[in-house]
């Protein structure tokens, strides 16, 4: 198991100014933000350099489809620089959803790291939000980014656009019961038991409803799960690549889902995790209605 670098190295990445001592470093967690990329050429150097400077041992994954646009080679580059940064490259556009299965099994298998973030490359989730995810993660095993807790935070979005996730949001809710005003955002921190939990392998969706899938898995099984708000701003550069059949894909996956409530009773959450936050999930008592496949 690669261990994650407890440390950027000395020369070639010196410490930005303000930077944690090491014994501060050492008490924090070990942080792993997976990010899937396909053609970010544009925004994603900046994006790691500003993740880099977050006060938290934090490593970072690209997970790239073989961008034409360079995107690869240009997190190759800064990679040769600083251990902290990690490249999956993938053969070609195999699809958003595979990209974070791809970056969670690199997670778990290559690293020790204890939270795993997953977020967008295009700006449109902001580094400095990271720490308030780290706080409500000490009671928490997955905290959900939300564009719809506090009103609606959603910055320059066409009004269509904002109509389609605020109504698939609605019709996520009540169709699967998950009780959550965000479940298809991509912006969000799991604990890696959370992770290993899941039937990483189960899930085909590649675009929305990919989010809601691990959501939805993680609340079956009872982890305790938050949703905390953030600002969604546009992306700052580059093209989305959401389409029509990831809208399509999202109806049929919600209803997938939704009637696989009605073979169980609904889930329970667990007791609150002890603020130390070092209780074993593995050592919970199974409840009723609980840890069905998801
Ligand atoms: N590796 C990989 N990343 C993808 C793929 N599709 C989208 N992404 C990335 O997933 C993130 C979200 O996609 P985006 O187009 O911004 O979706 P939107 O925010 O819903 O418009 C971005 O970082 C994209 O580069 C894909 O097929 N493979
Ligand atoms: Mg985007």
């Known amino acids: 198991m690669t261990q994650l670098a407890d ?12 930077a944690m001592a090491p014994a501060e470093a050492a008490a924090r967690h070990k942080c792993l933000v997976v990010i899937p990329t396909y053609n970010e050429r544009e925004t994603i150097g900046e994006l790691i350099s500003q993740l880099l400077v977050v006060p938290e041992r934090l490593e970072i994954l690209v997970v790239d489809d073989a961008s034409p646009d360079g995107t690869a080679e240009l997190v190759k580059a800064l990679a040769q620089d600083d251990r902290r940064i990690h490249l999956l490259e993938r053969e ?8 974070y299965v791809a970056g969670f099994h690199y997670a778990l298998a290559k690293t020790d790291t204890e939270f795993v973030f997953q977020m967008d490359a295009d700006f449109s989730h902001d580094p ?10 000490e009671e928490d095993d997955l905290v959900l980014g939300s564009r719809y807790l506090n009103g609606v935070t959603v910055v320059n979005w066409p009004l269509k656009r904002l109509f ?14 998950l009780p959550f005003k965000d479940a298809t955002g991509g912006f969000k921190c799991f604990r890696r038991e959370v992770l290993a939990a899941l039937d990483l392998d189960g899930i085909h969706s590649d675009g929305y409803s990919f989010q809601i899938e691990t959501t939805y898995q993680a609340w079956r099984r009872g982890f305790r799960i938050r949703e905390i708000p953030i600002i969604f701003v546009e992306r700052r550069a580059g093209v989305s690549k959401m389409n029509r059949r990831i809208v399509w894909e999202a109806i049929f996956v919600v209803w997938r889902l939704g009637l696989a409530n009605l073979l169980r009773s609904l889930p329970r959450p667990r007791a609150p995790r002890p603020l130390n936050g070092s209780a074993p999930l593995g050592s919970a008592p199974p409840r009723a209605g609980v840890g069905g496949a998801g």
Not at 164 to 177: D, K, M, Q, V, W
């Open 7 to 18: 440390a950027p190295r000395a020369v070639r990445n010196p410490a930005p100014a303000g």
């Open 92 to 99: 070609g556009k195999l699809g958003l959803g595979s990209a």
């Open 128 to 137: 400095a939000a990271i720490p308030e995810f780290l706080a409500a993660m």
């Open 164 to 177: 389609l996730s605020y109504g698939a949001n609605l019709y996520t809710r009540i169709i699967t019961r």
